[in-house]
Antibody, heavy 120, light 110 residues
Framework: QVQLQESGPGLVKPSETLSLTCTVS????????WTWIRQPPGKGLEWIGY???????NYNPSLKSRVTISLDTSKNQFSLNLSSVTAADTAVYYC??????????????WGQGTLVTVSS | QSALTQPASVSGSPGQSITISCTGT?????????VSWYQHHPGKAPKLMIY???NRPSGVSNRFSGSKSGNTASLTISGLQAEDEADYYC??????????FGGGTKLTVL
């Protein structure tokens, strides 16, 4: 059974880069559009973007200038970098996988989520 | 991309049925049969309840059902139970090959 686990700093200073890693266990990272989603405190879910195992990416237009998602197949991991963060980037960050290898939506596997706070 | 529009809250008594709406545009909800619904209990990961407008993943109760008309999708929960109390989010695939979520609806079981 595939499981996802986010890891990374829980506190990031304003203007710096937020970096998180999602480790995929119980299955291969090959295939699927590996996705990052976040939820600011008291707000709704926001789709950040995905990376396909081939390296193809697609990002939320509102975050595109600051987001990079990358893949490390040797470690079965994918990562999120979000640059020039502000307090508005404080959120619980989830990694997720869609329910089909050809799909970009319908996420049936999620990590537990990790809270990242942006503060000096 | 703008978030899909959901009511902020809905409520119902045990045993009753409730419906949550999710309104988008022809570039997302209206343009594709790729609407999903998630149940989210605070502190837990969201759970996929409906995908492709009407399909239930294995293990999801048949009390949950989905539909769509034009640019508006709906989630209906019948035979409401206390454990259904949670936040519910819709999402849709979009014409930009991205995904957009709704603002979320808090379901209260009275």
């Amino acid at each position: 059974q595939v499981q996802l686990q986010e890891s990374g700093p829980g506190l990031v200073k304003p203007s710096e880069t937020l970096s998180l890693t999602c480790t995929v266990s119980g299955g291969s990272i090959s295939s699927y559009q590996w996705t990052w989603i976040r939820q600011p405190p008291g707000k709704g879910l926001e789709w950040i973007g995905y990376i396909y195992y081939s390296g193809t990416t697609n990002y939320n237009p509102s975050l595109k200038s600051r987001v990079t998602i990358s893949l490390d197949t040797s470690k079965n991991q994918f990562s999120l970098n979000l640059s020039s963060v502000t307090a508005a980037d404080t959120a619980v960050y989830y990694c997720a996988r869609p329910c089909g290898s050809y799909r970009k939506d319908a996420f049936d596997i999620w990590g537990q989520g990790t809270l990242v706070t942006v503060s000096s | 991309q703008s978030a899909l529009t959901q009511p902020a809250s809905v409520s119902g008594s045990p045993g009753q049925s409730i419906t949550i709406s999710c309104t988008g545009t022809s570039s997302d909800v209206g343009g594709y049969n790729y609407v999903s619904w998630y149940q989210h209990h605070p502190g837990k990961a969201p759970k996929l309840m409906i995908y492709d407008v009407t399909n239930r993943p294995s293990g999801v109760s048949n009390r949950f059902s989905g539909s769509k008309s034009g640019n508006t999708a709906s989630l209906t929960i019948s035979g409401l139970q206390a454990e259904d109390e949670a936040d519910y989010y819709c999402s849709s695939f979009t014409s930009r090959s991205t995904v957009v979520f709704g603002g979320g609806t808090k379901l209260t079981v009275l």
